[in-house]
């Protein structure tokens, strides 16, 4: 269902866009006119996106979990901006199919969005995915939002979201008059209502997993923060790449302290070989790799959204409150058997939660037994 809410626009709204106008390049041709703007995906990003769009977008607002195979123009006729969320943020409610068929239809719904959005004139395509695509390990440095992802997608859902990221580089080199601009958002790990992420599993299991000798700064931002930088980009007409995060980083031990929880620290050659052991038995559906996102830093700078005036409304340490208010009691699994749809649900998140649980274990047998 459509909704139309046209906002007053403050002074300053304006100069931030103005200035971002000149910045860009873009003038008058380059900021969004009149006409819808058409929200792709399912999820509570997608949700919070049609919701603040709702509110502060000129023109209506279309919400649509896929594009139709055949003539996807005309399901985007009269768009002056299509927004494809490419992350669910919603393990709970996976798509059917296998890996690679999940894959294949996310990377196909990218191709439809690019090619319905030129055949119908539509003049800016904003892709939501995430900052993990940049990769996570020990020492990394801060993400800045001209850095470019790996080209090549590995397996699990961050392969996914290279995998559309790489049809939609192929597509922004594109020239021609009805070739829309291309404008990717890499959200850091995102909370809210309905979020269910690797990150937020993370926070379920009975102790913070950590990976002995590193240290991570841990870094996190709202859906409603993530849809308000997809409506600037879009009144903007922006093109190009910029992170979303909130501030300021947490370290390890502000977290733990903030939680009320404890950590468990393994030694990387046991948490990654257990979790690879797992995968190759079949009780994680994904490779070990995954892991990494929630025991190595993987930050960002939101340089561009902030020289446009963005900032969060939501601090991190507020996110984190938001995160285990919304994880409080739902997945407990150092009290109950992990069964067959939690790990399909979400393999790093499982990962974790069995890792750690079972490394509490070990210590308690130690104890009794030493």
């Not at 929200?39 to 769009?53: E, S």
């Not at 996976?94 to 990377?107: E, I, K, S, Y």
């Not at 969005?113 to 003049?123: D, F, H, L």
């Not at 850091?188 to 700064?217: I, K, N, Q, Y």
């Amino acid at each position: 269902m459509s909704r139309q809410v046209r906002s007053e626009r403050s002074q300053a709204r304006t100069d931030a866009r103005d200035d971002a106008r000149a910045r860009d390049g873009a003038g008058d041709d380059g900021a969004a006119g009149a006409g819808d703007v058409v929200v792709l995906g399912r999820g509570p990003i997608a949700a919070a996106v049609v919701a603040r769009l709702a509110l502060d977008a000129g023109g209506a607002v279309r919400a649509l979990p896929d594009l139709p195979e055949l003539a996807p123009e005309a399901a985007l006729a009269g768009a002056r901006a299509v927004v494809l969320v490419a992350d669910d943020a919603d393990l709970s409610a996976l798509r059917p199919g296998t890996a690679d068929q999940r894959r294949a239809a996310l990377v196909s719904l990218a191709q439809r969005t690019v090619a319905g959005a030129r055949t119908a004139g539509v003049r800016q395509v904003v892709a939501v995915t995430s900052a993990m695509v940049h990769g996570a390990q020990p020492d990394r440095p801060v993400i800045t939002d001209d850095e470019a992802p790996p080209t090549a997608p590995g397996d699990g859902h961050v392969g996914d979201l290279v995998a559309v990221e790489a049809v939609l580089a192929r597509a922004a080199t594109r020239r021609g008059p009805r070739m829309p601009s291309i404008m990717v958002l890499r959200p850091a790990a995102v909370v809210g209502p309905g979020v269910d992420t690797l990150v937020t599993r993370h926070f379920a299991a009975p102790r913070v997993l950590a990976v002995r000798g590193v240290e991570r700064d841990w870094q996190l931002v709202h859906v409603e923060d993530v849809a308000s930088a997809v409506e600037l980009v879009v009144r903007l007409g922006w093109s190009g790449a910029a992170t979303v995060a909130a501030q300021p980083l947490l370290s390890s031990s502000a977290v733990e302290r903030l939680a009320g929880m404890r950590r468990i620290e393994l030694a990387a050659v046991t948490a990654f070989g257990t979790a690879e052991r797992l995968h190759r038995v079949g009780v994680l559906p994904v490779p070990a790799a995954e892991l990494a996102y929630v025991v190595y830093p993987w930050t960002v700078d939101p340089a561009r959204l902030r020289a446009a005036g963005w900032t969060a409304t939501h601090d991190t340490e507020e996110c984190l409150r938001v995160l285990l208010a919304g994880v409080r009691g739902r997945v407990a699994l150092a009290g109950r058997q992990v069964d067959g749809r939690d790990v399909a649900l979400g393999a790093a998140g499982a990962a974790v939660a069995l890792l750690g649980t079972a490394a509490v274990w070990r210590q308690a047998r130690a104890r009794r037994h030493g």
